[in-house]
């Protein structure tokens, strides 16, 4: 017999909240189906015992106390609804593995939560969280973890306790600072500080080895930890909408990185070491104050897309064709006079933006570029049309002057 008590008292729940026509059972199917199964409302079955329940975006605002009852649940996703609070027979869910409270009205969370000892995925994200109970400590197998969006500002230094956590989301907090038990969480491998307002990092993220994406997006830093570059597994790293002027050499030593997003800085150059990224595939440094940019960025030679539009760039280096896997560059509003002969050999490259510079010529080095499906020169001063310009568009290259 499917746990039809407990399951009786969701359904009227359900009912009076419209999210289940009246006399309708809540949906089951094998637990194996479950996790693609996209209805708001269904449950998972394994031998004729709940494993695995899911109301979302239906509307409750209270859970029936006979949630304990179901005592084999593994999974449980209330996504969307209107929680204010949980009840203490939650902590009686000693299978649960999953939960999902994201999206809910949660200001306080019970202390019995901390019971649940085998959770190694919990969502608390977009709730009123202020604070989080000591209990909450106690969550030891905690893989991943989502806190953004919650009014937290701070994050206690007992989260280096968590230290089977590989993904942990910290963004929307209000924090201004992180505790230097982070670099406690050894497997760490996806961090998100992004929306706070930091002006520092601990030095102790260097320890986070294993760390492949970081998001610090849309705070107030202006600089780096000295052990920042030895984050050696990064492979994406975002510091946009922050206040870097200048960024460390040591940003080199991140071999790994595939995508390095700066936009939104102050950034008047970019570190030499940058040429050893040799994995880079997309640079985005748009609206900043570049003056000019390192020899060594011909080191580049996995970069895919380059976007430096809105920049104050007077010049490119002939390094510049050293990056033969370029497919995308954008180098609109920028104070160009001239553009390097070497473009012509990227011979990989579909789109060049050059609008809004201050370019008279071009050199014919351009003609070559066989790939290239859009060449944007709009708004600039150009005073003849060359004939290897009226060839591109006749291979079918947009030409927009």
């Known amino acids: 017999m499917v746990d039809e008590e407990a399951l009786r008292e969701w359904e009227s729940r359900l009912w009076a909240e419209g999210c289940l026509a009246p006399g309708e059972p809540i949906p089951r199917v094998p637990c194996d189906l479950f996790p693609a199964d996209t209805r708001n409302v269904v449950c998972g079955i394994d031998n004729g015992e709940v494993v695995a329940l899911a109301a979302r975006y239906c509307g409750l605002s209270a859970l029936p106390e006979s949630l304990g009852a179901l005592r084999g649940l593994r999974r449980l996703e209330l996504t969307g609804s209107a929680l204010a609070g949980l009840p203490d027979s939650i902590g009686d869910l000693a299978q649960l ?10 200001t306080v969370l019970p202390d019995a939560l901390g019971r649940l000892t085998r ?35 701070r994050l206690d230094d007992q989260i280096g306790t968590l230290g089977r956590l590989t993904q942990l989301y910290v963004h929307d907090n209000d924090l201004t600072a992180v505790p230097g038990a982070i670099g406690d969480l050894a497997r760490l491998e996806i961090l998100d500080l992004g929306h ?13 080895r294993r760390l492949s994406v970081l998001y610090l ?6 600089g780096l930890p000295l052990s920042f570059g030895d ?46 990224l040799r994995d880079l595939r997309e640079l985005h440094a748009m609206h900043n104050a570049l003056e000019s940019l390192p020899a060594s960025f011909g080191g580049l030679r996995s970069l895919r897309t380059m976007a430096l539009s809105n920049n104050a760039l007077t010049v490119l280096p002939d390094e510049i064709g050293d990056l033969g896997a370029l497919a995308e560059l954008d180098l609109r509003n ?6 390097s002969e070497t473009l012509g050999a990227l011979g990989n490259l579909v789109t060049l933006d ?13 003609g070559q570029l066989h ?29 927009l002057r």
Not at 97 to 106: A, F, G, I, K, P
Not at 354 to 366: D, Q, T
């Open 217 to 222: 997006s849309n705070n107030r830093l202006s």
């Open 119 to 153: 959770l190694t995925e919990l969502n608390l994200r977009a709730n009123r969280i202020a604070v989080l109970p000591e209990s909450f400590w106690q969550l030891v197998n905690l893989e991943v973890l989502f806190l953004g969006e919650n009014p937290l500002g």
């Open 97 to 106: 593995q999953t939960l999902h409270l994201d999206e809910n009205r949660l």
């Open 334 to 339: 920028n104070r160009l006079a001239s553009v």
């Open 231 to 276: 984050l050696s597994a990064l492979t994406y790293l975002n510091l946009t909408d922050n206040d870097f002027t200048v960024l460390p050499e040591s940003l080199g030593d991140l071999t790994r990185l595939v995508e390095l997003r700066l936009y939104n800085n102050r950034l008047s150059k970019l570190p030499e070491s940058l040429g050893n």
């Open 371 to 399: 790939r290239l499906e859009k060449l944007d020169l709009r708004w600039n001063k150009l005073t003849a049309v060359p004939e290897w310009m009226r060839d591109l568009e006749e291979r079918g290259c947009v030409v």
């Open 196 to 208: 706070n307002a930091l002006d520092a990092l601990p030095d102790t993220i260097g320890k986070l």
């Open 354 to 366: 050059l609008r809004g510079n201050r370019l008279r010529a071009l050199p014919a080095s351009l």
